[in-house]
């Protein structure tokens, strides 16, 4: 089944402390995205990458990174988690030249 | 950067209504597309406009693609209980490398039996 997989999908965390949320596809997509979703704020692109060991900055990175070191995964990475990092997260792909993107089930991060 | 917005930010309607949302933006587009990201889950495409003009359905779904290239509209006939949840708007924006996409704030719509 083509799917996109994240986990943890539900992850409390302190301030600080480093942690990653991994993200898998199965469809060979090209394209990867994270994106964090608040309420009244819809989605927003915090990184994306083009291909393997191409990324770059989406609308808010400030206190993220990413890697894509293979082409189905596309972690993304809190190296000292804060508060306002609390948010929805999830992971999208896309094959190139394609408009229909496929999203994981998402992420709930919660930093206290 | 480009931004999208859509309205009514959030719409209580009763089963069997007829449903109507829309997205806007200053900048001109050349492709809307419609998600719809059902409680728990990720959002998932609904249906996808490529021209000016054009009207496309999926079941009880019509969606239209402006004149103006500005604006996208999307109606829901005959609401169920299962069209509750966020419907967003996204559109593609140069970047780059190619073409990434920016989606709007979402309109939720919640259906009363």
């Known amino acids: 089944e083509a799917q996109v997989t994240q986990n943890p999908r539900y992850l409390i965390t302190v301030t600080g402390k480093k942690l990653t949320v991994t993200c898998s596809q199965n469809?060979?997509?090209?394209?990867m995205s994270w994106y964090r979703q608040d309420p009244g704020l819809g989605l927003r692109q915090i990184y994306y990458?083009?291909?393997?060991?191409?990324?770059d900055k989406g609308d808010v990175p400030e206190g993220y990174k990413v890697s894509r070191k293979e082409k189905r995964n596309f972690p993304l990475i809190l190296e000292s988690p804060s508060p306002n990092q609390t948010s929805l997260y999830f992971c999208?792909?896309?094959?190139?030249?394609?408009?229909?993107?496929?999203f994981g089930q998402g992420t709930r991060l919660t930093v206290v | 950067g480009q931004q999208l917005n859509q309205s009514p930010q959030s719409m209580f309607i009763q089963e069997g209504e007829d449903v109507s949302m829309n997205c806007t933006s200053s900048?001109?587009?050349?492709?809307w597309l419609w998600y719809k990201q059902e409680p728990g889950e990720g959002p998932v495409l609904l249906i996808a406009?490529?021209?000016?003009?054009e009207l496309t359905s999926n079941g009880r779904l019509t969606a239209q693609f402006g004149i103006t290239r500005k604006d996208s509209f999307l109606n829901i006939s005959a609401s169920i209980p299962s069209d509750v949840g966020i419907y967003f708007c996204?559109?593609?924006?140069?970047?780059?490398?190619?073409?990434?996409?920016?989606f709007g704030p979402g309109t939720r719509l919640s259906v009363l039996p």
């Open positions: 999208a792909s896309r094959a190139r030249g394609n408009t229909e993107a496929f």
């Open positions: 469809m060979n997509h090209e394209y």
């Open positions: 990458s083009m291909n393997v060991e191409v990324t």
């Open positions: 900048s001109i587009f050349n492709t």
């Open positions: 406009l490529y021209k000016a003009g």
């Open positions: 996204a559109a593609p924006v140069l970047d780059n490398y190619g073409q990434n996409f920016v």
